[in-house]
């Protein structure tokens, strides 16, 4: 938290992002001081409240006995690309109950694809709506690249879904479960 000069600028930090506050010329520093001062207690009050939240929903997670699946981009484009119904699979394994989920990157990626050629664009909206029919969470993940982000979710307990053969076994490498896509009609997990 920052306040500079008579007119400088407040800067509030919250949840990785930064929100610069212009304050008007010909202000007072004590006004400037007062601003800042008020912010911050707010400020302070909302970090606690983020905290609370994700600790709660951290301890939801891990309290419950749903298994969780994070979806790569190329399963998701396989929807589209070879008519397998990916989700429905998941269900038939793991039941009703499971947890689909995605990492932005993931998302971002397949976000992108819906931008290209005819097919890879036709698969990649098949897929965007897909996600949307079976509640995919998109979950934010601290990681560069789709691929690290689900390596990340493996190590806290997700179950990898992904056609990708160099991220199987990086993810099998410290024993997590990874499903995938078997003669383009099948999914297994191994």
Do not use: W
């Not at 997700?158 to 990874?178: P, T």
């Amino acid at each position: 938290m920052a306040a500079s000069g008579i007119c400088g600028s407040l800067i509030i930090e919250a949840s990785n992002r930064k929100k610069v506050v212009k304050l008007e010329k010909g202000k007072k520093k004590i006004e400037c001081e007062s601003f800042a001062a008020k912010n911050a207690a707010e400020l302070e009050k909302g970090k606690k409240k983020i905290e609370c939240e994700r600790a709660a929903e951290k301890n939801e997670m891990n309290s419950s006995k749903k298994p969780r699946v994070a979806v790569d981009a190329n399963m998701l484009m396989a929807i589209g690309q070879f008519k397998v119904d990916v989700f429905s699979e998941i269900g038939k394994m793991f039941g009703k109950n499971v947890v689909l989920a995605a990492p932005m990157q993931v998302f971002d990626e397949v976000l992108s694809l819906s931008e290209g050629g005819k097919g890879t664009k036709m698969a990649a909206g098949i897929a965007l709506q897909e996600m949307q029919n079976h509640k995919v969470k998109i979950v934010s993940v601290n990681a560069k690249g789709a691929d690290n982000a689900l390596v990340k979710m493996a190590k806290e307990g997700y179950i990898v879904a992904s056609n990708d053969a160099l991220l199987r076994k990086r993810i099998k490498g410290f024993a997590a479960q990874v499903i995938y896509l078997r003669q383009k009609r099948f999914l297994e997990i191994g």
